[in-house]
């Protein structure tokens, strides 16, 4: 028995030892860090998994602040964690402008027809391997949704007229559906951006008219009636150059487009006289 | 001489990593850079002279007294992880560089079994404190040369024609199994 107490004592002793030595050597040690990263790591879920590709949670807090990198990486944390990181990095979030995700295509169920019926994998990118996709429009979006199954903020629904809907308050700019989608109906724009060409097809007129009734047809009414040079008419496919040159006139010749390729994204933001446009993709009900 | 030859006998003849294999991990590691090869064999150095300080004096005066001798090993790491811990502040106060450059094996040095073994041979072989503490510079030394003939030859390696199933890992294992079997040579160093 007292080679137990003794066992104990004499262990206790030197840990203790040891621990206040530890102490004073921390405080006249201590070096000064970015408390962000403290305060990263403190929120981090300390599984060290490595998922984020650093060998640790305290590693990806330095990177976070010192390096710039990426706040999503941190899978086991999720969401949530993406968001506290967010607010504590906050400064820099708000200073960059906010880029969302948006589709380059009109070609709903209705407006473009498919060319038969597809019995394979339900995947765009299955489908865009057999023929280049089951829809007339070698161009158009397939409407199987790869980017609404990948996108991790949930911030794409496939609506009824078979398109993504961009939910712009969650999106993040992440671009993963940009490099999913196998026809790149997406891309990644400033939210302020408000004209955006809703067509991908570079087909001639003729063609594209025959498989899609609101594809781009290059009939330059928009471009002609821009003369400030915002537009500019590419491969039979109208583009944007330069967003910040829109002006008054350039939303006239929009108004014009016969069908409806080239749109504004928020009608109900640009500040015209009693003129209405309608909302262009609605979200599924 | 008695010192010289534990001195000599630690570095060359039964040096830790290529004669009793100890401390691999560092020693493949942190050895493909010759700077950061120095400083990881100066802090191992380091920790092993401190430990030879201080726990000949714990296992020779606290727990021999009081036949407490199978508390040896705890008591070791508990000293090992305690200086580990020391020295890793030290470093990070001292060096932000040298810091990142050691990265995760500087607190590796805890569980670097070299200097666990180390304290325990040096009981097993019962040193006096004098002899503990040369035999603690010694093996970090020695240590220290393993690392850095390492790692010269894995700078040297970076430009050499090596073949492709062989990259990485595998020349440097290759290459650490001819170092330990050149250092047999020195087996009739000292009879």
């Not at chain 1, 948006?102 to 394979?120: I, L, S």
Request: hydrophobic share 45%; proline share 4%.
């Amino acid at each position: 028995m007292s080679v137990l107490i003794i066992s104990i004592i004499t262990l206790g002793a030197l840990a203790l030892l040891f621990a206040v030595i530890l102490a004073i050597a921390d405080i006249k040690l201590r070096v000064e860090v970015d408390p962000k990263i403290e305060e990263i790591d403190g929120i981090l879920p300390q599984a060290n998994c490595g998922g984020c590709g650093y060998p640790g949670c305290k590693n990806y807090a330095t990177a976070i602040v010192n390096k710039g990198e990426d706040i999503n990486k941190c899978a086991p944390g999720g969401q949530e964690i993406t968001d506290l990181i967010a607010k504590i990095m906050g400064l820099e979030a708000t200073a960059t402008e906010k880029v969302v995700a948006r589709v380059h295509c009109r070609g709903t169920e209705e407006a473009a027809k498919r060319k038969g019926v597809y019995e394979g994998v339900k995947t765009c990118r299955a489908v865009a391997l057999v023929g280049s996709g089951d829809k007339l429009c070698d161009w158009g979006c397939l409407g199987y949704g790869d980017c609404e199954e990948e996108c991790p903020f949930d911030a794409i629904t496939m609506t009824d007229e078979g398109l993504p809907y961009v939910d712009e308050e969650k999106c993040t700019g992440c671009g993963i559906c940009v490099d999913v989608c196998p026809k790149d109906i997406l891309e990644l724009h400033p939210i302020d951006e408000n004209i955006m060409i809703f067509c991908r097809s570079q087909d001639p007129p003729k063609q594209s008219r025959a498989v899609c009734k609101n594809a781009c047809i290059a009939c330059n009414i928009c471009v002609r009636k821009c003369p400030t040079g915002a537009l500019e008419m590419g491969n039979n496919l109208v583009e944007v150059v330069e967003p910040e040159k829109f002006t008054e006139e350039c939303y006239g010749g929009i108004d014009k487009c016969p069908t409806g390729a080239i749109n504004f994204v928020h009608p109900e933001k640009i500040k015209r006289e009693n003129k209405t446009v309608e909302i262009i993709i609605k979200k599924k009900e | 001489m008695n010192l010289l030859i534990i001195f000599i006998s630690a570095l060359l003849i039964n040096n830790f990593v290529l004669s009793y294999f100890l401390g691999i991990c560092p020693f493949l590691g942190v050895s493909n850079k010759l700077s950061s090869a120095v400083s990881m064999g100066m802090a191992v150095t380091f920790v092993m002279t401190i430990t030879a300080v201080v726990t000949w004096p714990i296992y020779h005066l606290i727990l021999v007294p009081y036949h407490l001798e199978f508390l040896e090993i705890v008591s070791f790491i508990l000293v090992i992880a305690a200086l580990v811990q020391f020295v890793e502040m030290f470093i990070r106060k001292t060096s932000e560089s040298l810091y990142e450059a050691l990265g995760i094996y500087l607190p590796l040095i805890t569980t670097n079994c070299a200097i666990l073994g180390f304290a325990l041979i040096a009981v097993l072989k019962n040193y006096t404190y004098l002899e503990t503490i040369v035999f603690g510079v010694a093996a970090g030394l020695g240590f220290t040369l393993a690392l850095v003939i390492m790692a010269g030859i894995r700078e040297e390696l970076d430009f050499a024609d090596v073949p492709e199933s062989l990259k990485g890992p595998g020349i440097t294992l290759l290459v650490a199994g001819i170092l330990a079997l050149s250092f047999m040579g020195f087996a009739g160093l000292i009879k």
